[in-house]
Structures are given as structure tokens and as C-alpha cells.
């Protein structure tokens, strides 16, 4: 959505700028070819008509745009550094879980107060509060590398949450995310993930009033909002 | 026998009186016509308002074709000759005269100012506010003979 905007602006002030241009050229043509009138010079190196300035700036553009998209084609976008195939061979994965489920059976081990053999880390990022947990162990396919309580602190009334989990490498280049929502926020909500190689782990939350909920959700669903915390996640074995 | 001349001035008065000694009538309105090759004539005649008169180039503005007729437009008025346009391309000074369209000659010195068009045109406005257009098939003959 973003880049479809960034190219309609950019083709209008385009088309802006030629038709700036060549009234402007129009102008100072005119006013010129009067000025040689006037002075009753007829020798002297011939001017190019507006039609073609029109005609040349209008190609100008058209071979710049073609040229740009081709050349960063053939040469690959050197500023952005190619993802390790690594990444995409890992596994990422995340659940959500209400207070509620956490009651239930092997979740019952995890507590927002304190987790045996977890780093636990508060971070107030406006009204959200986030108390995270990061495992201290090296990766390990049954228990989570992280788990993350997600709680609203402000006093304005709010009817729905929504969160995202975002997966990042350590360059900070996306690999993978997914999200979702909710209308209980009374109490919190507990996340927890895992991955199999050492990465970056970006959690949004937010907090809405119905009305601005459906409004943000109108505008633009795959930008996560909200407020957000960073783990890095530095746990996963070496390789054999 | 009567006969027409359309010569140089420097030419007339010796042509008119050897001509007139040998019988031969000077009339503007004669269907034969004497031209100077290689001159370029300083007058034309015209009728206007009934009469006849003697126009000297130098006081055209510019010469317009509409429907089978030729109108000379001067700062004192408007004047009907009997020559086609072709035949006055040829008679006229093009240093001083240009043909800018299938319809019309102007008087170059005359053009006062020039107003491209986007479409391959020109619009003149003529010293006597008259606007003439000239045309696609003229276009680059106009440039080049106005250096623009």
C-alpha cells in the first residue's frame, strides 16, 4: 500500500513538474524570440520549440523510470544486505494465551511474577507494560526462548488489543510475523515463542477504544501499531 | 494595344516612355503584363474605393487571398490587385516579404510580435493589430527566415 502511494506521488509530481516546466520554457521562448524581434536580429542559433522540450522531457522521464527499476534488476539493491539462507531454514513459532489457559496444564509452570532459568526485564512503553521473560538456557525445541506479558496500565477505558509477533534477523531485516486481537483486556495477555537461531524478536501491542480500532483497521492492516519492545534472542546451539 | 508594367522603378519611367512613343498604352488594368527578371518591384497598383492607386511595398503590411481575389492591406487602408499570390511571391523582395501560410505574405518589418502555439503554429500580431496565422506547412520556412 505504502509503495503503490510512494509511485502515485511520485508519477503526479512528475507530470507537475513537466507541465511546470514547459509553461515556464513556453514563457521565456516567447518572450525571447519577441526580444530578437524587436532588436531585428535574425541570425543567431536557432531555439528549441516547446514541443520539444515537451517532447524531450517526457522521454527524459520515461527512459529514467524504465532505466532505474532495470539497473536495480540487474545489479540487485547493494544497500540491502542479502538474508542468510539460514533464516529461512529456521523455525520460528509463537503462541498467545489468556489468563485463563495459563491456569491449564503445563503452563501452569509459567508466572508473570518470576520463571526459574528466564532473565525477567519490565519496560513501560506508554500505557502498555511489558514483563518479559528470556531464557537463560540454549535453544530448546519444548520450552520457550521467551515469553512475554503483555498488560494495559492506562486510565483511559479501552475495548479491544491487538497484538504482533515479528521475527527479525539480527540485521533487523523482516523474516516472518503474524498477529492478531482481542476483547478482553482486563488482565493480560501472555506470548510466548520460540526460534531456532539466534534472531530478533519485535512484540507490538495496542490498546483501542472499538471506534479507533475499526478506523486503524481500515487504513492499513500490515503495519503493525501499537507500542513495542525488542528481544534479542541469543540462545540457539552452535552447529555441529 | 495595351499593356501593363510591373518593373523596378528605376526601369519604369524608360520602359513607360519608349512604349508610349511606340503607340503602346500604360494601363493597370491590361491584361499583359511586362515583368524585370532578377528586380524586385517597388510598387504594386490597386483598386480601392473605386480608384485606382499606386502602393509602394514598402507601405504593405501584408497580402492576403480570400476567394479569388487579392487584398493588400496597408496603414491607410485596403487595396484590391489584380496578381495571384504565386505570381507576387516572385515579384516581391523576399528579404522584405515571406509567405506564411497558402493565403498569405507578410511584410516582415511589419510583424510586431510573435506568439508560438503548442501545435506547430504562429500567431502574428501585424503593426495595424492584425493577426495572421502561420501555418504547419510554413512553420520551418518562418523559423529559419526569423532565426528562431
Known amino acids: ?240 | 494595344m495595351k499593356i501593363k508594367l510591373m518593373v523596378s522603378d528605376n526601369s519604369y519611367e524608360k520602359l513607360a516612355a519608349a512604349l508610349t512613343e511606340k503607340g503602346i498604352e500604360i494601363d493597370e488594368d491590361a491584361d499583359l503584363i511586362l515583368t524585370e527578371r532578377n528586380q524586385y518591384i517597388n510598387h504594386l497598383t490597386g483598386r480601392g474605393d473605386g480608384e485606382i492607386y499606386r502602393i509602394g511595398v514598402a507601405d504593405i503590411i501584408c497580402i492576403e487571398s480570400l476567394s479569388h481575389d487579392i487584398f493588400v492591406y496597408t496603414s491607410d487602408g485596403c487595396y484590391k490587385v489584380r496578381e495571384r499570390l504565386r505570381q507576387l511571391e516572385t515579384l516581391l523582395d523576399p528579404e522584405q516579404f515571406l509567405r506564411v501560410s497558402n493565403a498569405v505574405i507578410i511584410a516582415r518589418h511589419q510583424v510586431k510580435r510573435i506568439k508560438p502555439a503548442m501545435s506547430s503554429k504562429y500567431l502574428l500580431t501585424m503593426t495595424d493589430g492584425r493577426h495572421v496565422d502561420v501555418t504547419r506547412s510554413y512553420y520551418n520556412i518562418f523559423r529559419d527566415s526569423f532565426g528562431i
Open chain 1, 1 to 240: 500500500m505504502r509503495s503503490f502511494s510512494l509511485v502515485f506521488i511520485i508519477l503526479v509530481f512528475l507530470v507537475f513538474f513537466i507541465v511546470g516546466f514547459s509553461v515556464i520554457y513556453f514563457f521565456l521562448y516567447t518572450r525571447k524570440i519577441n526580444q530578437r524581434l524587436k532588436e531585428g536580429v535574425y541570425e543567431g542559433r536557432r531555439l528549441w520549440t516547446p514541443q520539444k522540450v515537451v517532447l524531450c522531457l517526457v522521454i527524459a522521464v520515461l527512459v529514467i523510470l524504465c532505466i532505474v527499476p532495470l539497473s536495480r534488476l540487474i545489479t540487485g539493491d547493494k544497500d540491502t544486505p542479502v538474508i542468510d539462507d539460514a533464516y529461512y531454514q529456521a523455525e520460528y513459532m509463537h503462541e498467545v494465551y489468556t489468563p485463563e489457559e495459563m491456569q491449564e496444564g503445563y503452563l501452569q509452570q509459567y508466572s508473570i511474577d518470576e520463571n526459574p532459568g528466564y532473565e525477567k526485564t519490565i519496560e513501560q512503553v506508554g500505557d502498555v507494560k511489558f514483563t518479559y521473560f528470556i531464557s537463560e538456557q540454549s535453544y530448546d525445541r519444548m520450552h520457550p526462548a521467551f515469553i512475554v506479558y503483555v498488560q494495559y496500565t492506562g486510565n483511559e477505558p479501552v475495548e479491544v488489543y491487538d497484538y504482533m509477533v515479528q521475527f527479525l534477523t539480527t540485521e533487523y531485516q523482516n523474516l516472518w510475523g503474524n498477529g492478531s486481537g482481542g476483547a478482553d483486556t482486563s488482565d493480560y495477555i501472555c506470548i510466548m515463542g520460540n526460534a531456532s537461531i539466534n534472531c530478533i524478536v519485535e512484540v507490538y501491542a495496542g490498546y483501542y477504544q472499538e471506534k479507533e480500532y475499526a478506523e486503524r483497521s481500515d487504513e492499513d492492516e500490515l503495519t503493525p501499531t501499537g507500542e513495542k519492545i525488542q528481544i534479542l534472542l541469543n540462545h540457539a546451539a552452535a552447529e555441529e
